[in-house]
Each structure stands twice: as structure tokens, then as C-alpha cells.
């Protein structure tokens, strides 16, 4: 089943402690995406990867890293949480080429930061 | 830059009946795609319908349909026959061709009575 999965589902943890958030997909997409979703405020992009080992910022990226060494796999790291992280996190991937703009979304995780 | 408006924070419908929901958005693009998407309860993030801008025929979906108009940057979506299943939050999107990024209006949470 084609699919993009996300770990941990749920996520509870305190400020400063390090945490990274998997993102894999199944479809050989190039493209990977992460984004934030907060109560008003809609999704908002962290980050995207074009490719391996090709990242660029989107419109949210303060406090996030991201890597993109296998093509499948988009981790999210957070090097020291803030209460200000607590969100609901989305993983994406599509396509590249051929007018596919249209994305693939993972089921989400939530995070809680004390 | 891109923006995009959702003004109505939340719309009911009768069970049966039609409702449209509105987005406006902005672009100094000429090549663009937008997408309306559905998220029910389960935070799963679905495509409902996605128009590309160089196709001047409106996308239709089944129940779902886009009214779209360029001239005045409007992506509406209308949802007929509306189902019990239809109740979730709305968002809208916007990517330009070549930019990688995507922006989501702040959603528009739908109600069905029975």
C-alpha cells in the first residue's frame, strides 16, 4: 500500500530534550515536506527536500533541522523543544515532474512540549 | 509571496443541501495549482479537488465542485448533497510551479445537521 508513515504518533516530552519525529514514504517520491498545524493559524511549512541531500526552508523553520540522506526517509529533529513546539506535525511527499503538485500526506503526530 | 484567505471560521449545512466555502488567494504567479483538502476528526489530511490555474474549466469531484475565479482570485468549493460524512476542517492551498512550497489558508470547520 503506498503510503507515507510518521513515529511516534503521540509524543509527550519536556523543554531541551532532543527529540526527532520519522517520516518515510513508499511511492520513490522525490519530494518530502514537513509542516505544522496550530488551532487558527492552518499548516505552515518547516521545511521541504527536493531530493537527497536537498533541503531549503519553508515558512516556519526557527527551531527545526531536517536531513535528507536516503530518499525514502525526512526526519524532523527538534535539538531543544519549547513549550512554543506544541503542535500537530504533518509529513508530505509527491512527485516531482509532470505538473504532480498534489501531495501525499502522513497521519500525523502530536506533540506536547512542558 | 502567497497568501491565502479563509474567511469563514466555521459554516453549518443541512443534511441534503448544498453549502459553499470560500477562499481567496493571492499571486503574482501565472502558473499555479490550488487544492481544497478535507480533514475529519482522525486528523487525517485528504484531497478533496485540486484546479490547475491554465484550466479555465472548473475541477469537479463527485458532490464536490470548485467555482474558480482567476480574474478575481477565488477558489470556492462547493460540497451538494451534503452527507453526515462530509462534517471536518476544511483547508485550502496554493503551490506555484518550481517554488516547492505550499501555502494553506487558516481552515473552514464544517458542521452537518441531521
Known amino acids: 500500500e503506498a503510503q507515507v508513515t510518521q513515529n511516534p504518533r503521540y509524543l509527550i516530552t519536556v523543554t531541551g530534550k532532543k527529540l526527532t519525529v520519522t517520516c518515510s514514504q513508499n511511492m520513490n517520491h522525490e519530494y518530502m515536506s514537513w509542516y505544522r498545524q496550530d488551532p487558527g493559524l492552518g499548516l505552515r511549512q518547516i521545511y521541504y527536500?527536493?531530493?537527497?541531500?536537498?533541503?531549503d526552508k519553508g515558512d516556519v523553520p526557527e527551531g527545526y533541522k531536517v536531513s535528507r540522506k536516503e530518499k525514502r526517509n525526512f526526519p524532523l529533529i527538534l535539538e531543544s523543544p519549547s513549550p512554543n513546539q506544541t503542535s500537530l506535525y504533518f509529513c508530505?511527499?509527491?512527485?516531482?515532474?509532470?505538473?504532480?503538485?498534489?501531495?501525499?500526506f502522513g497521519p500525523g503526530t502530536r506533540l506536547l512540549v512542558l | 509571496a502567497q497568501t491565502v484567505t479563509q474567511s469563514q471560521p466555521e459554516m453549518s449545512v443541512q443534511e441534503a443541501e448544498t453549502v459553499t466555502l470560500s477562499c481567496t488567494y493571492d499571486t503574482s504567479e501565472s502558473d499555479y495549482y490550488l487544492f481544497w483538502y478535507k480533514q475529519p476528526p482522525s486528523r487525517q489530511m485528504i484531497l478533496v479537488i485540486r484546479q490547475e490555474a491554465y484550466k479555465q474549466q472548473n475541477a469537479t469531484e463527485n458532490r464536490f465542485s470548485v467555482n474558480f475565479q482567476k480574474a478575481a482570485k477565488s477558489f470556492s468549493l462547493k460540497i451538494s448533497d451534503s452527507q453526515l460524512g462530509d462534517a471536518a476542517m476544511y483547508f485550502c492551498?496554493?503551490?506555484?510551479?518550481?517554488?516547492?512550497?505550499?501555502?494553506f489558508g487558516t481552515g473552514t470547520r464544517l458542521k452537518v445537521l441531521a
Open positions: 527536500s527536493m531530493n537527497v541531500e536537498v533541503t
Open positions: 508530505a511527499s509527491r512527485p516531482l515532474g509532470g505538473a504532480q503538485e498534489t501531495q501525499y
Open positions: 492551498a496554493i503551490t506555484t510551479s518550481g517554488t516547492y512550497k505550499y501555502i
